[in-house]
Structures are given as structure tokens and as C-alpha cells.
């Protein structure tokens, strides 16, 4: 892809994701860490004791804001999408596989 120095690009780009839920439906950022079923965008701070996101806004000190955990049967329940989370966000197109339209 040729680039002008200095000057902006705009392009469009696609990419596949996995979107993960709970068994009860919810939205989830991993359901198995054991088998790897954890969405890509996941990340950890703070030795990995801070659970957060690549989409994450700052928080305290620069870091990532913090994911929240509810119910489920990991340890210490689900981890929880925050409101940012572009895979859940309002208004988000998703493409099925067995969608016949591009």
C-alpha cells in the first residue's frame, strides 16, 4: 500500500471477531480461559490482577478501566463487557455465517 509522507490515510478495513456469552445468553468477554475462548481484545495490568480491555478508556493513573465480574460459573462469575465494548456496543452490525448478504 503506497503512503505520502505526512499525509493521512483513510481506509476500510474488515476483520473477524468472536463475540462470547454466558450460558444464560449475557454478554461475556471469555467463557473458557483454560481452552482459549476469550475474546482477543482482553488484556490484564498490574501483574495480572486488573482485568480490562484493549478499548478500555483511562482510568486512575492511565490505566484501562477495570472489568466487573457477575454471576457464572468461572472463578468469581463472568466477566462483564463495559459500556465502551465496540463487540456489544449499540448499533453494531453483525454478520451471521449463514447470512447471505455482504
Given amino acids: ?44 495490568q498490574r501483574m495480572g490482577v486488573h482485568e480490562t480491555c484493549l478499548f478500555a478508556p483511562e482510568d486512575y493513573k492511565g490505566f484501562g478501566e477495570r472489568l466487573l465480574r457477575q454471576g457464572g460459573s468461572l472463578p468469581c462469575g463472568y466477566l462483564v463487557p463495559g459500556s465502551w465494548c465496540p463487540l456489544f456496543a449499540a448499533g453494531v452490525t453483525v454478520k451471521d455465517d449463514d447470512d447471505d448478504t455482504d
Fill in 1 to 44: 500500500m503506497a503512503r505520502t509522507s505526512g499525509a493521512g490515510e483513510r481506509v476500510r478495513l474488515e476483520t473477524e471477531v468472536v463475540r462470547y456469552r454466558t450460558p444464560d445468553g449475557e454478554p461475556t468477554c471469555a467463557v473458557d480461559f483454560e481452552a482459549g475462548e476469550v475474546c482477543g481484545y482482553f488484556r490484564t
